[in-house]
Protein backbone atom coordinates (compact mmCIF):
# COMPACT_ATOMS: atom_id res chain seq x y z
CA UNK A 1 0.00 0.00 0.00
CA UNK A 2 1.37 3.45 -0.54
CA UNK A 3 2.02 5.92 1.56
CA UNK A 4 -0.55 8.43 1.68
CA UNK A 5 0.31 12.47 1.49
CA UNK A 6 -0.08 14.75 4.05
CA UNK A 7 -3.00 16.24 2.28
CA UNK A 8 -4.50 12.82 1.52
CA UNK A 9 -4.52 12.22 5.18
CA UNK A 10 -6.31 15.50 6.02
CA UNK A 11 -9.25 14.32 3.92
CA UNK A 12 -9.10 10.94 5.09
CA UNK A 13 -9.35 12.44 8.74
CA UNK A 14 -11.94 14.68 7.93
CA UNK A 15 -14.26 12.24 6.27
CA UNK A 16 -13.92 10.02 9.72
CA UNK A 17 -14.75 13.35 11.42
CA UNK A 18 -17.70 13.39 9.81
CA UNK A 19 -18.89 10.06 9.87
CA UNK A 20 -18.66 9.51 13.46
CA UNK A 21 -21.72 10.07 15.81
CA UNK A 22 -20.21 11.63 18.53
CA UNK A 23 -17.75 14.19 16.13
CA UNK A 24 -20.44 14.57 12.93
CA UNK A 25 -21.43 18.02 14.29
CA UNK A 26 -17.84 19.31 13.69
CA UNK A 27 -18.97 19.04 9.82
CA UNK A 28 -19.96 22.00 8.91
CA UNK A 29 -17.09 23.98 11.10
CA UNK A 30 -14.35 21.61 8.95
CA UNK A 31 -16.12 22.36 5.71
CA UNK A 32 -15.73 26.15 5.88
CA UNK A 33 -12.53 27.49 4.61
CA UNK A 34 -10.00 26.22 2.32
CA UNK A 35 -7.23 23.82 4.03
CA UNK A 36 -3.59 23.72 2.70
CA UNK A 37 -0.74 22.04 3.31
CA UNK A 38 2.53 24.30 3.57
CA UNK A 39 6.40 23.73 3.54
CA UNK A 40 6.72 26.26 5.99
CA UNK A 41 3.99 26.13 8.87
CA UNK A 42 5.72 24.87 11.60
CA UNK A 43 2.33 23.53 13.09
CA UNK A 44 -1.12 24.21 12.28
CA UNK A 45 -3.01 27.29 12.19
CA UNK A 46 -6.01 28.70 11.02
CA UNK A 47 -6.92 32.79 9.95
CA UNK A 48 -10.92 32.00 11.58
CA UNK A 49 -11.92 30.37 8.54
CA UNK A 50 -8.82 28.64 6.35
CA UNK A 51 -6.51 25.96 8.08
CA UNK A 52 -3.14 25.16 7.09
CA UNK A 53 -1.25 22.38 8.33
CA UNK A 54 2.44 22.08 8.17
CA UNK A 55 3.71 18.87 6.19
CA UNK A 56 5.99 18.03 8.33
CA UNK A 57 4.00 18.50 11.32
CA UNK A 58 1.04 15.77 9.50
CA UNK A 59 3.85 13.66 8.59
CA UNK A 60 4.71 13.37 12.27
CA UNK A 61 1.43 12.55 13.99
CA UNK A 62 -0.61 9.55 13.76
CA UNK A 63 -4.09 9.79 12.53
CA UNK A 64 -5.40 9.72 16.55
CA UNK A 65 -3.05 12.74 17.10
CA UNK A 66 -3.77 14.82 13.57
CA UNK A 67 -7.68 14.38 14.61
CA UNK A 68 -7.25 15.92 17.57
CA UNK A 69 -5.42 18.56 15.37
CA UNK A 70 -8.16 18.71 13.26
CA UNK A 71 -10.46 18.95 15.66
CA UNK A 72 -9.07 21.46 17.57
CA UNK A 73 -8.29 24.25 14.28
CA UNK A 74 -12.42 23.54 13.92
CA UNK A 75 -12.69 24.53 18.03
CA UNK A 76 -11.13 27.45 16.69
CA UNK A 77 -12.90 28.62 13.87
CA UNK A 78 -16.54 27.72 15.34
CA UNK A 79 -15.36 29.41 19.17
CA UNK A 80 -14.53 32.82 16.68
CA UNK A 81 -11.23 33.32 18.78
CA UNK A 82 -9.23 35.67 15.61
CA UNK A 83 -12.05 38.13 15.71
CA UNK A 84 -13.74 37.60 19.08
CA UNK A 85 -10.32 38.55 20.76
CA UNK A 86 -8.86 40.23 17.95
CA UNK A 87 -7.76 43.41 20.27
CA UNK A 88 -6.34 41.10 22.63
CA UNK A 89 -4.72 39.33 20.37
CA UNK A 90 -3.10 42.62 19.68
CA UNK A 91 -1.87 43.59 23.13
CA UNK A 92 -0.64 40.06 23.81
CA UNK A 93 -0.91 37.50 21.21
CA UNK A 94 1.15 34.82 22.99
CA UNK A 95 -1.06 34.66 26.08
CA UNK A 96 -4.23 34.98 23.97
CA UNK A 97 -3.16 32.07 21.81
CA UNK A 98 -2.57 29.92 24.87
CA UNK A 99 -6.11 30.76 26.76
CA UNK A 100 -7.53 29.97 24.05
CA UNK A 101 -5.55 26.64 23.02
CA UNK A 102 -6.20 25.54 26.78
CA UNK A 103 -10.04 25.99 26.77
CA UNK A 104 -9.98 23.86 23.49
CA UNK A 105 -7.38 21.33 24.34
CA UNK A 106 -9.33 20.51 27.87
CA UNK A 107 -13.16 20.49 25.77
CA UNK A 108 -11.23 17.82 23.38
Known sequence: ???LTAEQRLERVHMKIMQDKNLCLFSGVIMVGDVKVSDTVP??????RDVIYGREFVESLDDGEL???VLHE????????????EHLRK????????????VINLEI
Open 1 to 3: MAK
Open 43 to 48: TACTNG
Open 67 to 69: MFV
Open 74 to 85: AMHKAYRHITIY
Open 91 to 102: ESPDIVGLAADY
